[in-house]
Structures are given as C-alpha cells and as structure tokens.
C-alpha cells in the first residue's frame, strides 16, 4: 500500500503562486507506478486533471488551462512530487488532489489511478 498526503494549500490573491507537495509514504521502494498526476475538483464540477509527471523518461502533461502557469516535479528520490502553481486565477479555486497510477493510460484518467491522497484546499480570491 502507498499513502499519499498532500500539503501546501491556502488561500492567495489572483496573481500570486503557491506550491503544492504530495509527499509519498508505505510501500514505495517495491511499487512500481506508471504516472504521478495532481487533480483538481471545484464545487459543482466534475474533477479534472491538472498536471501528471511519467515515471519513464520523467515527461510532464498538463491541462490546456493551466499550462505555462504550472510546472509538476518531483525530488530524485521520486518520493515527493510538487506542483508549482503561478499567476494564480480565481477559476484555479478547487480542491487539490495528488495521485500514483500503477497502470499504462491515458495520464489523465482520473478512474485509472490507484492511491490518491485526501487533499489540499487552494483558494484564489480576485
């Protein structure tokens, strides 16, 4: 099993930057992944995916909405992954999830990711 915790969520003026950390823990050193993805769900919209980060070759994707704003990354050891959020928008206000997929698909099929952590509250006031 992997535990996921997510942290560095607050509350920011459109404009700011904050970083989010999901830090990763349990059975990390025998379990393989596939994708490391943050999503994002806002009241009364369906949940999204924001930003994934490929475990072979470390290529990054992002959502159309958030790109050139966001940057994934994760630390060497592959145990702590960040998103890096700037020129922050009302409309990125939602909560903030961190996830590992242990299987082969589409990076941001929120269905096929296996762990998941409880999440990060970022809200951006205008």
């Known amino acids: 099993q992997v535990q996921l915790v997510e942290s560095g969520g607050a509350s920011v003026q459109a404009g700011g930057s904050l970083t989010l950390s999901c830090a990763a823990s349990?059975?990390?050193?025998?379990?393989?992944?596939?994708?490391m993805g943050w999503f994002r769900k806002a009241p009364g919209k369906e949940r999204e995916g924001v930003a994934a980060?490929?475990?072979?070759?470390?290529?990054?994707y992002y959502a159309d909405s958030v790109k050139g704003r966001f940057t994934i990354s994760q630390n060497i050891a592959e145990t702590t992954v960040y998103l890096h959020m700037n020129s922050l928008k009302p409309e990125d206000t939602a909560m903030y999830y961190c996830?590992?997929?242990?299987?082969?698909?589409?990076?941001?099929?929120?269905?096929?990711?296996?762990?998941w952590g409880q999440g990060t509250q970022v809200t951006v006031s205008s």
């Open positions: 349990g059975d990390i050193s025998s379990s393989h992944w596939i994708w």
């Open positions: 980060i490929a475990k072979v070759g470390g290529n990054s």
């Open positions: 996830a590992r997929s242990v299987e082969r698909h589409p990076w941001n099929k929120d269905d096929q990711y296996k762990y």
